[in-house]
């Protein structure tokens, strides 16, 4: 066990609705980050905050977003969803967000678009 | 040039053999190569990772060799154990851009 939580673990919904997963940090990390993981992409780096704040966009598209809240958890949205959107939705912690910190994963979002 | 390359997709190993995974990199400004091991149904979890100043780490029974002027870093696993049959992945990052950029995994099936 990690330490970082995720919910909901399943997640089915139709095309063009909008959800929204939410992660819950390890105690003491201030950084979150979040990914996407499919069968033919493997695993895309989205997004990080660190205390509250963007830090770094990776390949993100327009109808998703992300915040962080000052209890540090995070909520990554999800809208216009397309079957492509399709995924397993991983949120990882670090006690810094410094590069080369170890990133501890909680057990995904599954996401399945119809 | 961001991209990590990791090879194979998939391996089938015997118990007790070697297995080896590769994965090489155009960006020579990488500076920390993680590995990461992701059981089914289970997030990708740190098993080993090195830095460009040195060659090899070793951990256990699990080795990085690092080649600086190949861009190539592989992960060998001694003894493979059934237990050790998860999906691999390499990882590389650029200090200060606070971004990971991760190799497309490799399965492993180790037969017992």
């Known amino acids: 066990d990690s330490g970082v939580t995720q919910t909901p673990k399943h997640l089915i919904t139709a095309t063009g609705q909008r959800v929204t997963l939410r992660c819950s940090p390890r105690?003491?990390?201030?950084?979150v980050y979040w990914y996407q993981q499919s069968l033919d992409q493997g695993l895309q780096f989205l997004i990080q905050y660190y205390n509250g704040e963007e830090r770094a966009k990776g390949n993100i598209l327009e109808r998703f977003s992300a915040q962080q809240f000052p209890d540090l958890h995070s909520e990554l949205n999800l809208s216009s969803l397309e079957l492509g959107d399709s995924a397993l939705y991983f949120c990882?912690?670090?006690?810094?967000?410094?590069?080369?910190?170890?990133?501890?994963f909680g057990p995904g979002t599954r996401l399945t678009v119809t | 040039q961001q991209q990590v390359k990791q090879s194979p997709q998939s391996l089938i190993v015997q118990k007790g053999g070697i297995s080896i995974i590769n994965c090489a990199y155009e960006?020579?400004?990488?500076?920390?190569f993680p590995w990461y091991q992701q059981f089914p149904g289970k997030g990708p979890a740190l098993l080993i990772a090195?830095?460009?100043?040195?060659s090899e780490k070793k951990e256990g029974r699990f080795t990085i060799s690092f080649n600086k002027s190949a861009k190539q870093f592989s992960l060998h696993i001694m003894d493979s154990q059934p237990g050790d049959s998860a999906t691999y992945f390499c990882?590389?990052?650029?200090?200060?851009?606070?971004?990971?950029?991760f190799g497309t995994g490799t399965r492993l099936k180790v037969l017992a």
């Open positions: 105690s003491g990390d201030l950084s």
């Open positions: 090195i830095r460009p100043d040195v």
């Open positions: 990882a590389a990052i650029i200090s200060g851009t606070y971004k990971y950029i």
């Open positions: 990882a912690s670090s006690v810094d967000g410094l590069a080369g910190r170890e990133q501890y």
């Open positions: 960006n020579t400004a990488f500076d920390y």
